[in-house]
Each structure stands twice: as C-alpha cells, then as structure tokens.
C-alpha cells in the first residue's frame, strides 16, 4: 500500500462544531442517561425535518428495523418482502423477530427493489397461504426506490411498507422525505452515515401506536410500576442523552452535507462519465438523491478489458478506500436457502459496481487524485492493447 499519501476514506465523520458544546451540556447537567434534553431536541429536529409526528431514536439503524417489525407485530411464520440489494441487518432484523424474508432483486433505473418482482412475489406468497407481514423497501446509497409503484402495491394487499432510509438522510421522493413515506421509515446514524451520532438510529411514523410499541419494546418492555414489571421480553435499544448531544450539532449541519455529496457526485459524473464503460446511477424525474455514496459502474466489454476489481485494488493499493457495490441478500451463504425472486440486476451491480469516497469532508485536491487514477487504468490498459496488436 502506498503510505504516502493520507489516506481517504469511502465515508468519514464530518463534525459541525456545535456537538461538543451539546455533549458538554449533557455533563454538566448530569444527565449521562437514555433521558435529557439533549435527546428530547434531536427527536424534536427530527420530527420536524422528516415531517412525522414521531421518531424514536435508538441505539442503531439495526435496532429501529428490528423495533419496527416488532411495532408492526410481525412474527414467526410470517414472510417479509426485502429488497436483496442492501446491506445484511435490512434482512437480519428480519430473522430476529422469528419471521423469513422472500428477497427482492433490483431494477436498474434506480438500483432499488423491482414492483414488477415484488408483486409477482406477493402473489405466490399469498396463494401459498402465507402471511405477508410487512415490505421493507431500501433507498440504497440515498436514491431514493419507486415507492409509488411499492405503496400501491402494498395497499392493494394490505401490508405495511417499512423504508430502510439509513443511507437516505435528506432524499426526497415526490416532493417527500424517504423515510416518511411508507408506514415506518428508519435512519442510521453510524459514523460513515451523512450525519451521525457516532451510533446510533431512529425509527420513525405517523401512527402514534406504533411509536408507542418502539418505546415500549426499546426500554426493556418496563411496565408502568414503581417496581420493575415485564410482561414481554423487551431490549435495550435506548439512545444516550450524550449522544444525542453530537445528533443535534449534526442536524444543524444537514443541508450542508448534503450538498456536499452532492457536488462529489456532480465532481465525478463530469471527470469519468467519457470514459468508455463507465455509468452512473441518475435520479428518475421527481427524486432527489443525497448521494450518500457515489458509485460507478464497469462494463468491461465496453471498457476494453477494464474491470472494477481492477480500479478497486488500484485505489486500495493507493491508500483509497473503496469498496463493491453491496453482495445481495441472496447470494449471501448465510441466505442461500430462502426464496428470491431474482433478475440478475443487483448481481451484476454487484460485479460491476464501485463504490467511491463520497464524505463531505473530501477536499478537491483529493477528488482531482481519485479521477486521476481511475483515468490512468483506461489509459494503460489502451497502451496495453495497442502494444499487444
């Protein structure tokens, strides 16, 4: 690995400069707790900005999809509709509550999950007699699915959408927040997200009952006594009061990131859309992407022999961090058994994909090094050939 530059990572914290002044507050007042002003804030902004009436902040995005199930009361023997192209605790929180997901492949305009496949699934799963307990739709690297098409398909069958919008911070769909769209949305604030608490997540609604379930369920199922009472088996999902201090400086902080990734994105569709082979995601008429990750694509037939793994070590070897497009859920060993209904969309993602460093923290002359590099691996690869003819 080449030590001599610093490294750049695909997605680091970026501070705003308030946090630690939110964090300080949480000492001095003493509350180093799942309780305090600092969280009550954060669900406040967070209600506010993704335009619901409830969010619950938790300890991790893995946790809210795990309290949403849970809310909705889906349980064993029940199926779960899962977009296969995500990362694994989207399918994880599936199995938690006892439940199977039925995965979902992609369609190529947005990367995200097909309603032609979905509804296709949803119809042998219900003529097999099987309770279809809920649709959880990705909006994968912060563009944002076709939920039009997904919510009309899950009214027609009565079954609740759930969006995994952990990459999706600040997307919007139709004018509306991803998140906010189905009957739960959920957010990440893991330390590579657009904004983050250094962990941690939220679950969010309309429906007071199921906020209420999310609580109940996230506080260790604590009945309402002065002794402690359970009737049902509760976690520990809680989000710190300290924490939430760093969620408050980062959601002063939002629309700037956002524009940030934006405009990496903007960087690297002007610097590598003419090499031969290469394409990006666009956003479809009416969604607005986050562009939490920026990723390219390599045909390599088009692109003379170049392959993605080829720019990928190429950038690692460089001390760049990047990595493939997600392994889909169902090319997972631990998945290998479950049910898919598949195109070969989010496989050839995968193959092909690339994931570049999209942080808000990025500086020009980094991204000037980053296409720079990727451009030199066309450029020996056409010298190659012209030798070899």
Not at 49 to 64: C, K, L, Y
Not at 265 to 276: E, M, R, W
Not at 311 to 329: A, G, Q, S, Y
Request: hydrophobic share 40%; glycine share 8%; proline share 4%.
């Amino acid at each position: 690995m080449n030590l001599d530059y610093e490294r750049i990572f695909l997605s680091p914290p970026h501070m705003g400069g308030n946090e630690e002044k939110y964090v300080a507050e949480a000492f001095t007042s003493n509350w180093i707790a799942p309780f305090g002003k600092n969280l009550d804030i954060f669900e406040e902004q967070l209600c506010k900005r993704m335009q619901v009436n409830h969010a619950v902040p938790v300890s991790s995005g893995t946790a809210a999809l795990h309290l949403s199930l849970m809310a909705l009361g889906v349980e064993k023997g029940d199926v779960v509709m899962c977009q296969s192209l995500t990362f694994a605790a989207t399918a994880f929180c599936i199995n938690y509550v006892g439940a199977s997901p039925v995965f979902i492949d992609s369609q190529m305009e947005t990367w995200n999950m097909d309603p032609d496949l979905l509804r296709k699934a949803m119809e042998d799963q219900v003529a097999a007699g099987k309770t279809v307990g809920a649709i959880i739709v990705v909006h994968l690297y912060g563009m944002p699915a076709k939920m039009n098409e997904i919510m009309q398909i899950a009214a027609e069958y009565g079954v609740p959408v759930i969006e995994d919008a952990a990459e999706a911070m600040g997307s919007t769909y139709q004018g509306k927040q991803c998140g906010a769209i189905g009957d739960i949305g959920i957010l990440s604030f893991n330390g590579n997200k657009i904004i983050t608490t250094s962990g941690g997540g939220a679950m969010l609604c309309n429906n007071p009952v199921y906020a209420e379930r999310a609580r109940y369920f996230a506080n260790q199922t604590r009945e309402p006594k002065l002794h402690y009472e359970h009737k049902e088996v509760g976690y520990n999902y809680r989000m710190s009061n300290v924490i939430a201090g760093i969620g408050r400086g980062q959601m002063e902080v939002l629309d700037e990131r956002i524009e940030l990734r934006r405009s990496n994105f903007i960087y690297y569709l002007q610097c590598l859309s003419d090499l031969p082979g290469v394409s990006f995601c666009h956003e479809v008429p009416g969604s607005i992407s986050n562009r939490w990750l920026s990723a390219i694509l390599i045909d390599e037939e088009a692109a003379d022999g170049v392959r993605s793994i080829d720019i990928i070590e190429m950038l690692n070897d460089k001390n760049i961090e990047t990595r493939p497009v997600w392994m889909p859920m169902h090319m997972q060993p631990v998945y290998e058994k479950e049910i898919a209904y598949t195109n070969g969309v989010s496989q050839k993602l995968f193959e092909t994909g690339i994931c570049l460093p999209s942080g808000s923290i990025l500086k020009l002359n980094e991204l000037k090094r980053i296409t720079r590099l990727i451009k030199s691996v066309f450029v020996e690869k056409t010298i190659e050939e012209t030798v070899l003819r």
